[in-house]
């Protein structure tokens, strides 16, 4: 079990996925265009290179995001902070719901485009910008939280790597 800190591994991965994260968040909107007239919608005028960069780069969130996984299990992860039950709580929700998102978000891609599932671009749209958004939002506000108001050194975690 990790006692003060995150891994360097974990840090890192921490930091790739958050790159890998906005890169496909400024390039979505042109994902939707191309899927679109791909199901001979209107047609668009995005280069379709984009599409194979932007299945990859979903497919190295949904691998980083399981090593992640793996590594929590192997390294473990420091003791959460001491705060308020309810909030401990809400920081708990919002990392397994970021986990569970950074996960089922490029798998329901990976099946709206190769199967040409609508339903399954309605998921992953949805996953990735209202559920998404909102979810980074409360972590970067938790972190910001940790930081300015309560200083107690929580966001140094993902930071600076834990002695082990």
Request: hydrophobic share 55%; no cysteine; glycine share 10%.
């Amino acid at each position: 079990m990790v006692s003060g800190g995150y891994s360097a591994r974990q840090i890192a991965l921490h930091w790739i996925v958050f790159a890998l994260v906005a890169f496909q968040f400024v390039m979505g909107g042109a994902m939707t265009h191309l899927f679109q007239a791909g199901l001979r919608g209107p047609p668009t005028d995005i280069p379709p290179i984009w599409a194979p960069i932007h299945i990859v780069v979903g497919d190295l969130i949904l691998l980083l995001m399981l090593a992640r996984l793996l590594l929590r299990r192997r390294d473990g992860v420091p003791p959460p902070a001491k705060q308020h039950p309810a909030l401990q709580g809400l920081a708990a929700i919002v990392h397994a719901a970021l986990y569970v998102d950074l996960i089922g978000a490029p798998v329901a891609g990976a099946i709206a485009y190769f199967g040409q599932s609508p339903a399954f671009a309605s998921l992953h749209h949805l996953m990735v910008r209202p559920i998404l958004i909102v979810l980074v939002g409360l972590h970067v506000a938790g972190a910001l939280w940790h930081w300015l108001a309560a200083r107690d050194g929580v966001m140094m975690r993902m930071l600076r790597p834990a002695r082990q």
